[in-house]
């Protein structure tokens, strides 16, 4: 199966989620899945820009989808990807916004050009799991992930409002789950799965942080995990870069890693650390890795 999409990257990956856009690159091009990325595109507007103004947040979006739109000129596209679940609800809320024509016009006004905005906007997950198919995944895995038991972590806005983005269950996803149980990994029953882990006030209320995303860290070590796996830059931020402020605020010793889920999938394929990028995790995947060696008989 041949598949092509305009992805968009958006701003964590290029910075703070570096190893995230670069595990997901080098995950779809072992799976033969071409991604082209939108030339020129902009910031989605992320949390603060719908905050302050729906159309000028929703005609930062309309740019980069108009840019898509000459893409799909030029060839044939099966839509739009996007790794991070920020970014892929702003996309989806303006597309799903634009079918309101008063308000298609006026983003187009400002904008300046005709937007036709119709290609299928997807998750990387959700098209590993709806157009390829897990058992493509599957079939490049040379060292399951045994013995490593795992937490699947959503977040709150991947699934939801569900209205808007079609997939799975927004109470009880189960795409990442079955993922990572291709991937070998012993997958726990995790019930904060799709909980907020206090999303961007981490840059204004680290209170709300430590007790929000402390309650995931709390609830992952309860479930006998020994990581949590995720598919959110900032989910992974809160629960890995700020664990020693969680810990401080709550009095707790957490030391649990926390990885994306290309990141697993990498290294379940045999990719080594250039496309992986473990030494990006603020918590040191490197014990929990030799241990798993160990436990599989392999060399660390």
Request: hydrophobic residues 40%; aromatic residues 4%.
């Amino acid at each position: 199966m041949s598949l092509c999409y305009a992805y968009y990257p958006g701003c964590s990956g290029l910075g703070t989620s570096l190893e995230y856009d670069t595990s997901t690159r080098a995950l779809c091009e072992s799976l033969g899945i071409e991604l082209v990325e939108i030339p020129d595109w902009n910031c989605c507007g992320s949390t603060p820009a719908h905050a302050v103004d729906h159309l000028l947040s929703a005609c930062l979006v309309g740019r980069n989808l108009g840019i898509a739109d000459d893409m799909a000129e030029e060839r044939k596209l099966d839509g739009i990807l996007t790794p991070c679940p920020s970014c892929l609800k702003n996309l989806k809320t303006t597309q799903h916004r634009l079918a309101d024509p008063e308000f298609h016009r006026k983003v187009e006004l400002v904008v300046g050009r005709t937007l036709t905005a119709d290609l299928p906007i997807k998750s990387v997950l959700q098209m590993l799991v709806e157009d390829l198919g897990l058992e493509a995944l599957a079939k490049l895995v040379q060292k399951p992930l045994a013995g490593l038991k795992v937490v699947p972590y959503y977040g709150c806005i991947m699934i939801r409002p569900p209205q808007i983005m079609q997939f799975d269950d927004p109470e009880n996803p189960m795409a990442l789950d079955n993922l990572l149980a291709e991937l070998g990994a012993e997958v726990l029953p995790f019930a904060l799965k799709t909980d907020c882990c206090g999303a961007s006030l981490g840059t204004t209320r680290k209170d709300v942080i430590a007790k929000l995303s402390g309650r995931i860290l709390d609830a992952a070590e309860e479930a006998g995990a020994d990581a949590i796996v995720t598919a959110c830059p900032l989910c992974q931020l809160n629960l890995d870069m700020r664990q020693s402020q969680i810990n401080k605020a709550n009095h707790s010793g957490h030391n649990m890693p926390v990885f994306y889920y290309t990141q697993l999938a990498g290294l379940a394929a045999g990719q080594g650390e250039t496309s992986t990028m473990m030494d990006k995790l603020c918590v040191s995947p490197r014990p929990l890795l030799a241990s798993l060696a160990g436990r599989t008989g392999e060399g660390a």
